[in-house]
């Protein structure tokens, strides 16, 4: 049996790493926002 693992973020995780600390030596605040799943509204 032969185990495969990749890491499929790995490409994100570089560029995320770059940009923070671009923007910590930018001293920019940055944040993420996701508004979290409401009620389903029925339709009309």
Known sequence: M???E????DK???LAERNRARFAAASIWCSTWCP???PVKPPC
């Open 6 to 9: 990749i890491d499929v973020l």
């Open 2 to 4: 032969l185990e495969v």
């Open 36 to 38: 979290a799943p409401g």
């Open 12 to 14: 994100n995780n570089r």
